[in-house]
């Protein structure tokens, strides 16, 4: 079965950190770029952070900037998202997802470019 899997999240007071995990199952994670996704209740999902095939390349979202640092082992085929001086505006459900190309994340990207989503796991900020 071809699937990514996220772990990692849960809730996190503000100023805290978390790192996310995607891995790949089915598939080799190298032959994809990887976006990480957020969805906050009542809002578009929107893209946060993405890393290229090799990992020579990253883009984030404006608000991130300086935060949140995507990475990959292709070795271990997994994607992380490490996550730090986390706000209750992080507050979402967050997904990765794989694709071919490598998009940047401003403008956010059209979702039916990704080959693979995961399930999403949530993130909760909040004293």
């Known amino acids: 079965q071809l699937q990514l899997v996220e772990s990692g999240g849960g809730l996190v007071q503000p100023g805290g950190s978390l790192r996310l995990s995607c891995a790949a199952s089915g598939f080799t994670l190298e032959d994809y770029a990887i976006t990480w996704f957020r969805q906050a209740p009542g809002k578009e999902r929107e893209g946060v952070a993405s890393i290229d095939k090799n990992g020579r390349n990253t883009h984030y979202k404006d608000s991130v900037t300086g935060r949140f640092t995507i990475t990959r082992d292709n070795t271990k085929n997994s994607v992380y998202l490490q996550m730090s001086d986390l706000k209750p505006e992080d507050t979402a459900v967050y997904y990765c997802?794989?694709?071919?190309?490598?998009?940047?994340?401003?403008?956010?990207?059209?979702?039916?470019?990704?080959?693979?989503w995961g399930q999403g796991i949530q993130v909760t900020v909040s004293s």
């Open positions: 997802a794989a694709s071919k190309y490598f998009w940047a994340v401003r403008p956010s990207p059209p979702h039916q470019s990704f080959d693979y």
